[in-house]
């Protein structure tokens, strides 16, 4: 049975529920949140869907018992609206970082023992916080991480060359956040080094790494939050996960280089991370990456 938990419906927890139920992925489906009726209504919504629907979910709520044999679980709490002011998750922190200290024990007590896909911001330093706290292996705990921002990354290079963004491949590492980048040595296009590309030859990369970083405050601006696109990267991630697909993906891994976890290419399958991936980063990449991850580490280190 392929069953899965979420813990906070908000607009991102709904929308991996929703995800997961339409889509006829999880067999089995956990919902937990602060709020009692909220969690009833989420119930309610996604029973109600499923009599026009050619899958069933089993769907429960409010339960960590029910949490022992997950094999996915997501946690999505947060409140955007505190970064949204600001335009830094870190803003978050302090509001996530105690909703970690307060479901940490109870997913312990209940005897879980699958793998957590931090959804929650800042993405890297609520995962550091959430594995520390829970004690699992660094395999079994890991986030979204840049999953994301790589998305955003290749639609912008996919608009500016007018190609599809699957045609796109390469990483955004470092932070979910401000100091996140675009390793550009990693980008190719259709199988060619962007870089070596005649009609890139003009291109102001840095307005382009911009762009794909502002993408997540662009869609919070207009809509109030962010929901679609991170929900979807959550159940790539998971989906990889059940299957054992073992596909590269940018994801907050753990580090032992700067003891933080930190956007990373890994290899993603039912372990969680089987490992990670060293890409040969140019120098100023390197230096960028050293200053996100430090300052991550830093900001963890405050909270002990």
């Known amino acids: 049975m392929r069953k899965f938990g979420i813990i906070g419906l908000g607009n991102v927890g709904r929308t991996v529920a929703y995800t997961l139920v339409t889509k ?5 489906l956990v919902l937990i949140d602060k709020d009692q009726k909220k969690a009833r ?35 999505s709490a947060g409140d955007i609206s505190i970064s949204t002011n600001g335009g830094d998750r870190f803003d978050e922190f302090k509001f996530t970082a105690a909703v970690v200290k307060e479901i940490a024990p109870k997913i312990v007590a209940s005897g879980f023992k699958g793998i957590i896909i931090d959804i929650m911001n800042p993405c890297d330093a609520v995962t550091s916080y959430l594995q520390k706290l829970t004690g699992f292996s660094k395999q079994r705990v890991f986030g979204t991480g840049t999953f994301l921002d790589t998305a955003r990354m290749q639609r912008v290079v996919g608009e500016k060359l007018n190609i599809n963004p699957r ?52 869609v919070a601006s207009g809509k109030g939050f962010t929901s679609d696109a991170i929900a979807t990267c959550a ?5 990889a996960v059940l299957s054992d697909a073992r596909i590269v993906c940018p994801v907050s891994g753990y580090s032992s280089l700067y003891d933080t976890y930190v956007g990373i290419p890994a290899i ?37």
Do not use: C
């Open 167 to 218: 045609s796109v491949e390469g990483y955004v590492l470092g932070e979910h956040g401000n100091t996140q980048f675009v390793a550009w040595s990693s980008v190719r296009v259709q199988g060619k080094a962007i870089k070596d590309l005649p009609e890139a030859k003009d291109f102001d990369f840095d307005a382009l790494a911009d762009a794909a970083k502002q993408g997540a405050w662009e």
């Open 268 to 304: 993603v399958g039912k372990n969680g991370i089987e490992s990670t991936v060293t890409l040969p980063l140019n120098t100023d990449e390197q230096a960028k990456f050293a200053n996100s991850a430090q300052m991550i580490h830093n900001s963890v280190a405050k909270l002990n």
């Open 24 to 28: 006829g992925i999880a067999d089995s």
């Open 41 to 75: 209504a989420e119930q309610l919504d996604l029973q109600d869907a499923q009599a026009r629907l050619s899958t069933t979910t089993q769907v429960s709520i409010q339960n960590y018992d029910d949490l022992k044999d997950v094999e996915i679980l997501y946690i």
């Open 235 to 239: 159940v790539s991630l998971g989906q």
